[in-house]
């Protein structure tokens, strides 16, 4: 047991109990207990002469093997584990079954320790205090088969600096893992037409079809019309193998025709926030935007949008950056990534007043199949 500030140390004996004699007068002492795996901070008061009982520190804690981070539908991964290579787990903490007003804001003591010696490490994707979620990459080298996350308590202050050191990027995490790996654990094809409408994700992920619909209040005219939706499938052309969605569109200036797919139920939102970017490949002529959409059934109601021009005959790749999309200011429901990035129910190409357009492969990055559960 460590006084933080101090050169003391001592140890405490089977049943936790220690003494500390000639401390320094202060009111509080921030005490650091030490063990082989871990380190648990707290902040109390002590009564000279007196025996402070400071209640269990053991129990801030969750453990997880390497089978509950490695989903069954990452094949990749788990022939990688087979093969002795590293590999990424996902610890994705929410309110329903973390308590994030017992932790530091931003995660600032939270720890980890494997069951292994070599090339362990982790990283914080994002930790949303106000959401109460979280997600962490963990490496599992090898001959790690579990690993366990801890954390000090809200009870001390770390005045928004972490407590233990990890100087981890995310590059580092993904250090060597095999490529198939981290192609297959950091992106998902929503849809590229070549099973029709079908979006083809996989289970876990809401399985959709691709839907042409129209808004606004003013005459709307386009080819296919919703109700013929699957008439827009037609070959990419313009050098490019394979079919894309192919429609033609006419509309005053505040309706549009637009496609899209619903990656979730209305009822339950999908958590985007680890987005790294998003890619499609589109021709053609016309303004068009993309828009990642709240529309559930919950109080949010908007959109994050970017929006584009284009007048070619051959394809351009589009990639965009969660900054890419413009800020927030409620126009046709634009509240902007960062209020949307969290409750995303599907998303949507729209077509504004005369355009023809082609659209193919549409890919997300920095998530997978259980950010869409």
Do not use: C
């Amino acid at each position: 047991m460590r006084i933080n500030g101090t050169d003391r140390l001592v140890e405490a004996d089977e049943d936790g109990s220690f003494v500390i004699d000639s401390l320094p007068a202060f009111d509080e002492y921030n005490l650091q207990f030490e063990s082989s795996h871990f380190n648990v901070w707290m902040k109390t008061s002590v009564i000279a002469g007196e025996m402070n009982d400071m209640g269990l520190l053991q129990e801030r804690f969750i453990g997880y093997s390497v089978d509950e981070l490695i989903s069954d539908w990452m094949e990749s991964a788990v022939a990688a584990r087979k093969d002795g290579e590293a590999v990424v787990g996902f610890i994705r903490l929410i309110l329903r079954t973390f308590n994030f007003d017992d932790v530091l804001k931003g995660g600032a003591d939270i720890t980890m320790s494997w069951n292994a010696d070599s090339d362990t490490r982790y990283f914080i994707d994002y930790w949303n205090d106000s959401l109460k979620k979280a997600r962490i990459q963990v490496r599992f080298p090898a001959d790690a088969d579990s690993v366990t996350l801890w954390w000090s308590g809200s009870s001390l202050s770390s005045d928004g600096e972490n407590l233990f050191e990890n100087n981890f990027t995310e590059e580092s995490i993904w250090k060597d893992v095999p490529s198939d790996v981290l192609g297959e654990q950091n992106s998902i094809t929503l849809i590229d037409f070549e099973n029709g409408l079908n979006s083809g994700l996989k289970t876990p992920a809401l399985t959709n079809e691709w839907f042409l619909a129209w808004q606004g209040d003013s005459v709307i005219s386009s080819t296919p019309v919703p109700d013929s939706a699957a008439n827009g499938l037609d070959n990419a052309g313009a050098s490019r193998e394979g079919t894309a969605f192919h429609w033609r569109s006419e509309a005053k200036n505040g309706s549009w025709s637009y496609v899209g797919l619903w990656i979730s139920e209305p009822e339950k939102y999908t958590d985007l926030s680890a987005l790294d970017s998003v890619e499609f490949y589109i021709r053609g002529k016309g303004s068009y935007s993309l828009s990642f959409e709240s529309q559930g059934e919950g109080s949010l109601k908007g959109k994050a949008l970017y929006d584009g021009d284009i007048d070619s005959e051959e394809w351009k790749r589009i990639a965009l950056k969660p900054s890419d999309f413009i800020e927030g200011d409620s126009a046709w429901g634009n509240l902007g990534w960062d209020m949307v990035r969290h409750q995303v129910t599907n998303i949507n190409i729209s077509a504004h007043r005369e355009a023809e357009l082609w659209i193919d492969d549409i890919k997300v990055y920095g998530v997978n199949l259980d950010d869409l559960k």
